[in-house]
């Protein structure tokens, strides 16, 4: 029985040469071509790799099964993140866009993304049925040869970003603003464009590593010791960015090394794009988002929509609707006027850009938020169990017979995707299974940093002994 191929939250995802191999890839590939072929007449894929192990190898298989049902390439020559290949899916008028990422996955892993026409990810409804296309053999492209195939075509995605880029963005302000700005590429596909833009700038992790140096790339505190300490002892940088291995999500730091997570990222940037370029739209984001976000949304009269987790199920809102803003808990966020795809350079430089236009440091940006939704602190703990384990929490959650954690009382509950626990004083608790790896994730916040960490060992404590 051949392996069961499966889209998670965002994508399909596995070990290398376990069952992400190169048969696998061309069975995923031919797939999506039958899945293409149904909806187009002359369809085009646009087709690209970030830094890990084989990425090349994986896209060059895949390219050769699309060429051999007819369907024209455009190839990027070289590593490019999953934003690059959104907005070349868009700009050059392809039928689909496919990644070769694990995006923050540990290095074991690779993965194959799908983007839709309109430069974000392809809604879940067509992944299903791309799935269901995906044959048990692997095609045979005995024959294909990339070399001067004339559908298979080269096209420059990173230059295409970096024209958006400095059409967008005022990067002269960012240039002579009076603080000094650090990047973490955690050695992942933002590398060569940030070194481009900022070659003056303290970088961190811009080589090509495929094993990480043994971190996941993702772009939390935990992953980010690093650059933290770095920040803290040189006093070189009043602002770091971080993005993943494929630099859709983003992570940032204070002037003294104190991570910034996305929950108060995307309270910046709702303050700034409202307050300060006056836009306006509807906020969509994912359950594990702070309750926070309610907040300011009502404070500046906006509407906020919560969705389950993944960012393609905040894409059909972002395609249908005057939206402002997605995001995620993980770090992926989209605002109006780019593609509706999660870019983590892109939120960085809107940061970046709005310290510069303000003269206010990232503190100081926060310190205004919280005079608007208060102080919180959030945290996340993944727990790697066996099945089980797992799934006797899993139930245990489901059952309703829970009524604390520790001194925690809870008051409601929520299960648009996973089990969210509301307590007093705005503080809160998700249990979940991850969509792309065997882990069980416990997210909390409550309105102090300590308060916060201490509650997620009891609540561990309390889970494993279930």
């Given at each position: 029985?051949?392996?069961?191929?499966?889209?998670?939250?965002?994508?399909?995802?596995?070990?290398?040469a376990?069952?992400?191999t190169?048969?696998n890839?061309?069975?995923?590939?031919?797939?999506?071509?039958?899945?293409?072929?149904?909806?187009?007449?002359?369809?085009?894929?646009?087709?690209?790799?970030?830094?890990?192990?084989?990425?090349?190898l994986?896209?060059?298989?895949?390219?050769?099964?699309?060429?051999s049902?007819?369907?024209?390439?455009?190839?990027?020559?070289?590593?490019?993140?999953?934003?690059?290949?959104?907005?070349?899916t868009?700009?050059?008028?392809?039928s689909?866009?496919?990644?070769?990422?694990?995006?923050?996955?540990p290095?074991?892993?690779?993965?194959?993304?799908?983007?839709?026409s309109?430069?974000?990810?392809?809604?879940?409804?067509?992944?299903?049925?791309?799935?269901?296309?995906?044959?048990?053999v692997?095609?045979?492209?005995?024959?294909?040869?990339l070399?001067?195939?004339?559908?298979?075509?080269?096209?420059?995605?990173?230059?295409?970003?970096?024209?958006?880029?400095?059409?967008?963005?005022?990067?002269?302000?960012?240039?002579?603003?009076?603080?000094?700005?650090?990047?973490?590429?955690?050695?992942?596909?933002?590398?060569?464009?940030?070194?481009?833009?900022?070659?003056?700038?303290?970088?961190?992790?811009?080589?090509?590593?495929?094993?990480?140096?043994?971190?996941?790339?993702?772009?939390?505190?935990?992953?980010?010791?690093e650059?933290?300490?770095?920040i803290?002892?040189?006093?070189?940088?009043?602002?770091?960015?971080?993005?993943?291995g494929?630099a859709?999500?983003?992570?940032?730091?204070?002037?003294?090394?104190?991570?910034?997570?996305?929950?108060?990222?995307?309270?910046?940037?709702?303050?700034y794009?409202?307050?300060?370029?006056?836009?306006s739209?509807?906020?969509?984001?994912?359950?594990?988002?702070?309750?926070?976000?309610?907040?300011?949304?009502?404070?500046?009269?906006?509407?906020?929509?919560?969705?389950?987790?993944?960012?393609?199920?905040?894409?059909?809102?972002?395609?249908?609707g005057?939206?402002?803003?997605?995001g995620?808990?993980?770090?992926?966020?989209?605002?109006?006027?780019?593609?509706?795809?999660?870019?983590?350079i892109?939120?960085?430089?809107?940061?970046?850009?709005?310290?510069?236009?303000?003269?206010?440091s990232?503190?100081?940006?926060i310190?205004?938020?919280?005079?608007?939704?208060?102080?919180?602190?959030?945290?996340?703990?993944?727990?790697h169990?066996?099945?089980?384990?797992?799934q006797?929490?899993?139930?245990?959650?489901?059952?309703g017979?829970?009524?604390?954690?520790g001194?925690?009382?809870?008051?409601?509950?929520?299960?648009?995707?996973?089990?969210?626990?509301?307590?007093?004083?705005?503080a809160?608790?998700?249990i979940?299974?991850?969509?792309?790896?065997?882990?069980?994730?416990?997210?909390?916040?409550?309105?102090?940093?300590?308060?916060?960490?201490?509650?997620?060992?009891?609540?561990?404590?309390?889970?494993?002994a279930?």
């Open positions: 029985m051949s392996y069961t191929i499966k889209f998670g939250t965002d994508g399909w995802r596995a070990i290398i376990k069952d992400f190169v048969d890839v061309k069975r995923v590939s031919a797939g999506v071509a039958a899945w293409l072929l149904q909806k187009n007449m002359k369809p085009i894929v646009v087709i690209g790799h970030d830094c890990r192990f084989g990425g090349r994986f896209m060059e298989e895949a390219a050769k099964v699309f060429l049902k007819g369907i024209r390439v455009y190839y990027n020559d070289g590593f490019v993140s999953t934003p690059m290949v959104s907005m070349g868009l700009q050059l008028e392809a689909l866009g496919v990644v070769i990422t694990a995006s923050h996955n290095p074991e892993y690779n993965g194959y993304k799908l983007k839709g309109f430069g974000g990810p392809l809604l879940p409804q067509h992944i299903e049925e791309v799935e269901k296309l995906i044959p048990d692997a095609p045979d492209t005995e024959g294909i040869e070399t001067n195939h004339p559908d298979y075509i080269r096209k420059d995605l990173r230059g295409l970003y970096l024209t958006a880029v400095k059409n967008t963005f005022d990067l002269e302000a960012i240039y002579h603003a009076p603080f000094r700005f650090g990047y973490d590429a955690m050695y992942g596909s933002g590398q060569a464009v940030m070194n481009e833009l900022f070659p003056e700038i303290e970088l961190l992790h811009c080589t090509e590593n495929p094993g990480f140096e043994g971190i996941a790339p993702e772009p939390i505190l935990r992953n980010l010791q650059f933290s300490e770095f803290r002892v040189s006093n070189a940088i009043d602002c770091g960015l971080a993005t993943d494929d859709d999500r983003i992570g940032l730091f204070d002037e003294q090394g104190n991570f910034v997570d996305s929950h108060h990222i995307i309270l910046l940037l709702i303050h794009l409202v307050k300060y370029k006056g836009m739209g509807k906020v969509i984001t994912a359950f594990s988002v702070s309750e926070k976000i309610k907040k300011i949304c009502k404070y500046y009269g906006l509407e906020q929509i919560t969705t389950p987790i993944g960012f393609k199920h905040i894409t059909g809102y972002m395609l249908n005057d939206v402002l803003l997605g995620e808990e993980s770090g992926g966020i989209a605002v109006k006027g780019h593609i509706p795809e999660r870019d983590g892109w939120m960085g430089l809107i940061i970046w850009e709005y310290m510069a236009k303000s003269g206010k990232l503190r100081e940006l310190a205004e938020v919280y005079e608007i939704v208060g102080p919180f602190a959030y945290e996340r703990l993944d727990l169990l066996t099945e089980e384990q797992k006797r929490i899993v139930n245990a959650c489901k059952s017979t829970l009524k604390r954690f001194n925690y009382e809870i008051r409601r509950t929520e299960n648009i995707d996973g089990h969210k626990f509301h307590f007093d004083n705005e809160w608790l998700l979940r299974a991850s969509g792309t790896e065997p882990v069980l994730r416990i997210y909390a916040e409550t309105p102090a940093a300590e308060e916060t960490k201490q509650f997620l060992q009891t609540v561990k404590a309390q889970m494993l279930l």
